[in-house]
T-cell receptor, first 115, second 113 residues
Framework: DAMVIQNPRYQVTQFGKPVTLSCSQTLNHNVMYWYQQKSSQAPKLLFHYYDKDFNNEADTPDNFQSRRPNTSFCFLDIRSPGLGDAAMYLC??????????????FGDGTRLSIL | DAKTTQPPSMDCAEGRAANLPCNHSTISGNEYVYWYRQIHSQGPQYIIHGLKNNETNEMASLIITEDRKSSTLILPHATLRDTAVYYCIVRAPRSGNTGKLIFGQGTTLQVKP
């Protein structure tokens, strides 16, 4: 009964070769987030979608992009992965309304390795 | 959102209560306290949140001091599966809130047999 599903759990790509990570949800939440978590560090938000509106964090590199074709799915695209992009990538969802304190629900992440 | 301070690590004996403290001395009136945990190689898991009243659910209890400058997460009967990094996060709901979470370094709780 997984609610936020990330595929694949492990992804290996070559230096500079574009890679796409996927996230799907069965919660019908209107907000979807992507976090990056490097080894021994806390998760850090890259960007999020509020419905169809994309919101980028100021310090997210241009190399990272995202797509949300519908409510259920969200993709993280890394155009030219560098060695420093090796990390766990976490997808999360939440329901946001006019005055929301709803918690976020996370998937189990995709661990990305760069060769 | 207010900053939080947590001890980097704690130990707890299996079956005993685990009390994880969090300091948030700059919290403002509309900010909620959230607790998440992250078991190794998994995504963060929501545990509980509260504003000013103590809260309890099937996983844990949250005790917030009257001045709201600190809180304690209580796992009443810790098991080995509760070994994880516990994050205390303070966040304000906003109109059209999209509620990003700013994670600190958290407390690594080691439950020992």
């Amino acid at each position: 009964d997984a609610m936020v599903i990330q595929n694949p759990r492990y992804q290996v790509t070559q230096f500079g070769k574009p890679v796409t990570l996927s996230c799907s949800q069965t919660l019908n939440h209107n907000v979807m987030y992507w976090y990056q978590q490097k080894s021994s560090q806390a998760p850090k938000l890259l960007f999020h979608y509020y419905d169809k509106d994309f919101n980028n964090e100021a310090d997210t590199p241009d190399n990272f992009q995202s797509r949300r074709p519908n409510t259920s799915f969200c993709f993280l695209d890394i155009r030219s992965p560098g060695l420093g992009d090796a990390a766990m990538y976490l997808c999360a969802t939440s329901r946001a309304d006019g005055y929301s304190n709803q918690p976020q629900h996370f998937g189990d992440g995709t661990r990305l390795s760069i060769l | 959102d207010a900053k939080t301070t947590q001890p980097p690590s704690m130990d707890c004996a299996e079956g005993r209560a685990a009390n994880l403290p969090c300091n948030h001395s700059t919290i403002s009136g509309n900010e909620y306290v959230y607790w998440y945990r992250q078991i190794h190689s998994q995504g963060p898991q929501y545990i509980i949140h509260g504003l000013k009243n103590n809260e309890t659910n099937e996983m844990a209890s949250l005790i917030i001091t009257e001045d709201r400058k600190s809180s304690t997460l209580i796992l009443p009967h810790a098991t080995l599966r509760d070994t994880a990094v516990y994050y205390c996060i303070v966040r304000a709901p906003r109109s059209g809130n999209t509620g990003k979470l700013i994670f600190g370094q958290g407390t690594t709780l080691q439950v020992k047999p």
